[in-house]
């Protein structure tokens, strides 16, 4: 290792040659934004080619959890070889099937670039790549514009965010049946489409199929939804060593959760080794079988996204599923049916948490829930989905006596489409946990 930087780090984590086994792999330590940070901000240390060697590229991440800017450097030699990888990889297993026939194939994104922001950029990089296909860089779009693009003679896919794609079943109303016909794959970015958005979006487009591109800033093609009926996500071959960690940065078994770690594996410029991405992940097996042999996991929600309840961490992602089936079962609502969104707001000074889910009948569904439930009915539904929501190293750290004695308020509010009670970030996506600390 030519650099200081990179050497010295090493060294400290005992590893002074360059691993021959993924055990030795991973002994070296896992990276976070604040390392990114370090390295590849202001006199860029960790580079190994210098910046006066030109070609490279600079972009913004989301900054670091102590609130500081953060800035990545690509080489745009070497992001050229991933986004050909990725593109060749999409086509092949992800797109084929879907955009068939001889007629003028298209590819837009909604994704926008703006102050070094970089998704449409490194996604757009990826998705012009794909073999066969005609790329469009929309940004976001209006419906006159949507309906202009659908208007293109071919079949069609849309990557964009989960909120973007979203909103694709208003933004397509009124448009020609044979435009709706002709929009075969929606790709939404990181995160959740909600089960009401899926059917809203099939029902205006009765040739969708509705796929997951999973991507971060740092990673533009992490995993990638081959099957519309099933969650995982599928690696590129050759382009990132994804890993699957637990809290002391080693490989959890199959099956189980953990924290997403990734490595570009065309990062020779600017390398940055095991980087935590800020998300959770179940590892599951690798492919087998005709198709590609890769490894295959499955989004389990954001880091951050845990509901902090005395001491105890429950998953935010799991508490929902929990409460959701708990509500079905009880008849007082289908949130699946109804939910625009959620979100939760954790108030840990007032041990209150609420459950807030924008609908369109708020006064409608208040009343039958309140009506099925009764007065403490919410209360007890959250206390029995909890203990369902722990992880597997946390079975019987509660129950639902325990999580009684907390001395939490557990609340389900309904308010309308796009209320402000339920809050989102610069672009649009809706975090599923608000921890009000």
């Known amino acids: 290792m030519l650099n200081p930087l990179w050497r010295d780090r090493l060294r400290n984590a005992g590893t002074v040659r360059a ?4 055990e030795a792999w991973q002994q070296i330590p896992l990276s976070d934004k604040d ?22 590229e600079i972009v913004a991440s989301g900054g670091t959890s102590g609130g500081r800017p953060l800035e990545v450097v690509y080489s745009l030699r070497e992001l050229k070889d991933t986004y050909e990888i990725a593109g060749r990889f999409m086509g092949a297993y992800q797109l084929a099937a879907y955009l068939a026939g001889t007629d003028p194939k298209w590819l837009f994104t909604t994704l926008a670039d703006y102050q070094m922001w970089s998704s449409g950029t490194m996604v757009g990089g990826v998705l012009q790549h794909v073999p066969g296909v005609n790329y469009v860089g929309a940004g976001p779009v209006t419906a006159p514009v949507l309906e202009h693009m659908f208007s293109y003679r071919g079949p069609k896919a849309l990557m964009g965010i989960s909120a973007g794609i979203g909103i694709l079943s208003e933004l397509g109303v009124g448009m020609r049946q044979e435009s709706r016909e002709s929009f075969r794959v929606a790709l939404y970015g990181s995160g959740v489409l909600s089960q009401r958005k899926r059917v ?18 740092q990673a533009e093609t992490i995993g990638l939804q081959l099957d519309p009926d099933s969650p995982h996500l599928s690696a590129v071959p050759g382009l990132h060593f994804i890993e699957i960690v637990d809290e002391n940065g080693r490989w959890v078994p199959e099956g189980e959760e953990g924290e997403l770690v990734v490595t570009r594996l065309h990062a020779h410029e600017a390398p940055l080794l095991r980087l935590k991405l800020g998300d959770r992940m179940i590892r599951r097996p690798r492919t087998e079988g005709p198709g590609p042999k890769t490894q295959q996991f499955e989004f389990a929600g954001r880091t951050g996204d845990v509901l902090h309840i005395n001491d105890s961490q429950y998953s935010a992602a799991r508490a929902y599923d929990a409460v959701r089936d708990e509500l079905k079962a009880a008849e007082a609502v289908d949130l699946d049916e109804v939910a625009h969104e959620v979100q939760f707001v954790n108030y840990r000074e007032g041990k209150v948490i609420t459950l807030v889910v924008s609908v369109d009948d708020v006064l409608g569904l208040t009343y039958r829930a309140d009506t099925a439930l009764g007065p403490y009915g919410v209360q007890q539904v959250f206390v029995n989905a909890l203990p369902r929501s722990l992880s597997l190293f946390n079975h019987g750290e509660a129950n639902p006596a325990s999580i009684e004695k907390t001395g939490y308020t557990f609340q389900l509010k309904f308010v309308p489409r796009l209320s402000a009670e339920i809050e989102r970030t610069a672009v649009g996506k809706v975090p599923l946990v608000r921890d009000r600390g």
């Open 19 to 22: 691993p021959e086994t993924y």
């Open 35 to 56: 390392i990114q940070r370090d390295f590849f901000m202001e006199s860029r240390p960790g580079m190994v080619v210098p910046l006066t060697r030109g070609e490279f």
């Open 200 to 217: 809203e979006l099939k029902a205006l487009y009765p040739n969708l199929s509705i796929l997951s591109y999973f991507a971060a800033t």
